[in-house]
Structures are given as structure tokens and as C-alpha cells.
């Protein structure tokens, strides 16, 4: 075993109870859980052949699994790439699809929010990836690492993106891309609009005031290397478990009743400066996100007896995921994570993560890894920066 700031055995086996989820598995495997439920307030209820069961702290969660949040309910996942997942009060969510497998560079995920409010942030950075936010009103692909949004059968859907981009698509084929910062409104199924400054900030207010009020709990070292084997599963195999996999169907019921109310939240200030603010807490979150995420995905790979390419692997994809100049933070988080946790491995991988920097953010690096010998880097291809 290895010590990572905890104590953590060699090997977690994954324990599922179907009978705890909304899924049916049509085939004689293990369900694969796809997260974690980190933060519970209240009711929190999940539908089951045997009827609404609620969903506790720490609860695995699984493909198709059904999500309804009661008034003055919330609940935050945490799925396997450490990114979260936040439900209002009054919110019907379906946990449509996750397939994740670091060292393949494979993330698809996608979610269903039929009524309510949510926040996404993103966890541990694959290029390509693909997460979903399917509404009644369109689907929101998003291509960044903060949106948050609210879905009504009164004012339609409103997607806001801190960081990031969203490239929004209404029911009946129109598209529009939402920049980082900016706020869109799809009040019918084929109708876009800007929303203001002024109508922004308030909405803003209403997301930290649902979403803040309550802590999201790290996960704990067996969860870690629970996530670290499913993780392991070759994407391939994954997908085939959510091909045999059927949620029961959303009951009309759940959507049909009382819906989170429109605040009358009034800012104090500058419109716009208070916007900046929100957006840039969001944007730090994130970046926390990714690093927190990177830490546990690699250690985990290791402590889980992963061999030194996948580790690279997984190393490496992190590095090419990550946005613009952040990717040396992220290459930093690789090497001083492997020299806590088993210091010769970076003498091996250490190489492959530079050669995946561009060429300007590789001289940043060793000012960022203070307490790490780097050995010395030859590149044998051309880095990002030069292609």
C-alpha cells in the first residue's frame, strides 16, 4: 500500500445494490457507478422498482439513475472525473450517460434536466470531451468548466457560462454559441436571447444563494480508488454497460409540481462589477476543481497499481485537456503529486508531460515544481505550441 496523505489500501471492489437506484441492468454484471452523492440536504429522492427511496450522503449513483430534489432540497454530485454536478430545489435530473477512462482520453457525459436549476463545474481535463445538458427547450454542449443554469415550463431554459463555452441547440435545429461570460434565454423551444447585464446579476445572486449554503464533502480515500478501478474499465466496456442498462420513465407527476419560485433578488452596486465578481469566484473555483481532481485521479493510479505508461497516460491527457496557460499549473499538480506519492516515477513520466507543454509554459514549469529534481527533457517531437 501506499501513503497519499491517507491511508489507502491496494484494492477497492466495487459494491452495487441495484435495488438502491432507478436502473434496471439487463445483464448478469455489476452496475457501474458513474459518482457520488457529496452533499445532501433534505429530501432527495430517487425512483426504485420498489418505489421513492431517498438518496443519502456518499450514495453511489449510476447510469439513468432519476433525481427528484423536494422544497428546500438540494443535492451536489461528484461524479468519477471529480467534476460536480449541483441540483436545486423542486429539480427532476436524469443521469442519462458518463463514460470515463482517463488514459484512453475518453469523457462523455450527459444529463438530463427536465425542471430546476444546476450547476456543472468540471473536474479532471480530457481534449475532446463531450458533456451534455439535455433540456425540454434544447441541449447546451459545453466545451468549458462553470455553467450554471435554470429550466421552467413557464420562462423556458437560462444558461450561463463563467468559463468557458456553450454551444446551445433549440429543439428545432438553431444553434447559437454562448461565450464565456455571457448569458443566454430560450424562453420558447425556437427562440435565443441575450439576456442583459441587469437581469444577470440578480440571476447570478440567486445561484450563490441556492448553491453555497451548503459544504460538498471531499471524497474519501476508498471512494478515490473505487473511482480509480471503474476508471480503469476500457471505455469500450462502459459503454456497453449503459447500453444494457434502462431507467425507469419520469412520472408526469414529478414535473407537474410546484416549481422553485422567480426571486425578486435586488444587487447592491455596479450590475456588471458584481457579474465580474461572481464569474471570476466561479472561474477559481474551477481551476481548484482541476487541480483537486488531478491530484486524486493520478495518486489513485498509482496507489491502484496502475503501470508506469498508463500513469503517463493519464498524466499526460490531463496536461493536453487543460485550457490555454493553464496547462503547466496542471503539469505542476502531475509531478509534485507523483514525487509525494512515489518519488521514482517521475524521473519516467516527468519527460512525457513536458514534451506536452507548448514550448513558452515548459520554462514556466520548473519554478512551479520547487521541491523536484526534473530530469533533463530532450524533446523528441514538436510540442503543442509548434504544430
Known sequence: MFTINFIIPKRIFLVCIVLTSNVIYASDSDPIHIGAATSVVNDVLTSTPAGDKKIRINDDLFFKQQILTKENSTLTITFRDSSTFSVAPQSVVVLHEFIFNPSEGVLEKSIKVLKGSFRYISGFPIKNSVTKIVTPFGTAGIRGSAVQGTISAKTGVIVNVASGDVLFETTDGKTLTIKE???????????????????????????????????????????????????????????????????????????????????????????????????????????????????????????????????????????????????????????????????????????????????????????????????????????????
Not at 506519492?341 to 506536452?356: C, F, I, W, Y
Not at 512551479?368 to 523528441?380: E, G, S
Open 181 to 387: 461570460g455571457n448569458t443566454l434565454s430560450v424562453p420558447t423551444k425556437d427562440e435565443i436571447c441575450a439576456v442583459p447585464v441587469a437581469s444577470t446579476a440578480p440571476l447570478m445572486q440567486n445561484f450563490v444563494n441556492v448553491f453555497e449554503k451548503t459544504t460538498n464533502l471531499p471524497l474519501t480515500p476508498e471512494q478515490i480508488l473505487a473511482n480509480a478501478e471503474a476508471n480503469n474499465m476500457p471505455a469500450a466496456t462502459q459503454k456497453e454497460a449503459y447500453t444494457f442498462s434502462r431507467g425507469i420513465p419520469v412520472n408526469p407527476q414529478s414535473l407537474q409540481g410546484k416549481e422553485l419560485p422567480s426571486s425578486d433578488t435586488k444587487v447592491v452596486g455596479d450590475p456588471q462589477q458584481l457579474l465580474n465578481k461572481f464569474m471570476q469566484d466561479l472561474r477559481f473555483k474551477n481551476k481548484s476543481q482541476v487541480d483537486s481532481a488531478t491530484r486524486d485521479i493520478v495518486a489513485a493510479a498509482v496507489a491502484s497499481g496502475a503501470s508506469t505508461d498508463k500513469i503517463s497516460q493519464i498524466a499526460t491527457n490531463a496536461v493536453v485537456g487543460a485550457k490555454g496557460d493553464y496547462k503547466v499549473y496542471v503539469a505542476a499538480t502531475v509531478i509534485n503529486t507523483l514525487q509525494q506519492v512515489k518519488s521514482d516515477l517521475v524521473n519516467e513520466v516527468a519527460p512525457k508531460v513536458q514534451e506536452a507543454l507548448p514550448a513558452d509554459q515548459l520554462l514556466i514549469l520548473p519554478s512551479l515544481v520547487p521541491n523536484v529534481v526534473l530530469p533533463p527533457f530532450v524533446p523528441t517531437k514538436k510540442t503543442e505550441l509548434d504544430d
